[in-house]
T-cell receptor, first 118, second 117 residues
């Protein structure tokens, strides 16, 4: 399957700082990337969808000014958690897919980034 | 609205036993896609299978098999002769074209499978 990488895999930061997480598709060009958040022992919650070259579409309840998403190229999307607080501590997972009109594209997931805000 | 229900929160089996993970979905669309993903303790989601709504053929891949029944809106996953390495959380997911151009996945809550040696 396709490979998606995330960096960093783990980050610990102080409250009030900003953290950037990178998501890269390594062997394919991703027209669409997704950002998810997963709390312990819970399912994935979609935060936003971003298409290359356009603004991200945020899910209801997700603050776009707090979670800045940039889909700079067909292989890179970044999520910046601005002014992080302890409640932002979570497991952030990105996924990437190639948009196919027939709908047969598949989302491939990165390994996730565990954010801990002290 | 679409919904995915994985009623089994946790399952424990002894190695070599067969186990079936249930998935029931709700959607109003006639065209949709169903997925299964595996999330081992490392956290990375591993794609297992995609099935579109027009293809009700069951599929077998090694020890894995999937049973898609549109009549009951179910897409169950069976692991035959389970192994310790199968221990993970398994997610069922549904995708329909939202019409706004975003191919969103709706995930079930996951089933944690523990295979005991």
């Amino acid at each position: 399957g396709a490979v998606v990488s995330q960096h960093p895999s783990r980050v610990i930061c102080k409250s009030g700082t900003s953290v950037k997480i990178e998501c890269r598709s390594l062997d394919f060009q991703a027209t669409t990337m997704f950002w998810y958040r997963q709390f312990p022992k819970q399912s994935l919650m979609l935060m936003a969808t971003s298409n290359e070259g356009s603004k991200a579409t945020y899910e209801q309840g997700v603050e776009k000014d707090k979670f800045l998403i940039n889909h700079a190229s067909l292989t890179l999307s970044t999520l910046t958690v601005t002014s992080a607080h302890p409640e932002d501590s979570s497991f952030y997972i990105c996924s990437a897919s190639v948009r196919i009109p027939s709908g047969t594209d598949t989302q491939y997931f990165g390994p996730g980034t565990r954010l801990t805000v002290l | 609205a679409q919904k995915v229900t994985q009623a089994q929160t946790e399952i424990s089996v002894v190695e070599k036993e067969d186990v079936t993970l249930d998935c029931v979905y709700e959607t109003r669309d006639t065209t949709y896609y169903l997925f299964w993903y595996k999330q081992p303790p490392s956290g990375e989601l591993v794609f297992l299978i995609r099935r579109n709504s027009f293809d009700e053929q069951n599929e077998i891949s090694g020890r894995y098999s999937w049973n898609f029944q549109k009549s009951t809106s179910s897409f169950n996953f069976t692991i035959t002769a389970s192994q310790v390495v199968d221990s993970a959380v398994y997610f069922c997911a549904l995708r329909q074209d939202s019409g706004a151009g975003s191919y969103q996945l709706t995930f079930g809550k996951g089933t944690k499978l523990s295979v005991i040696p």
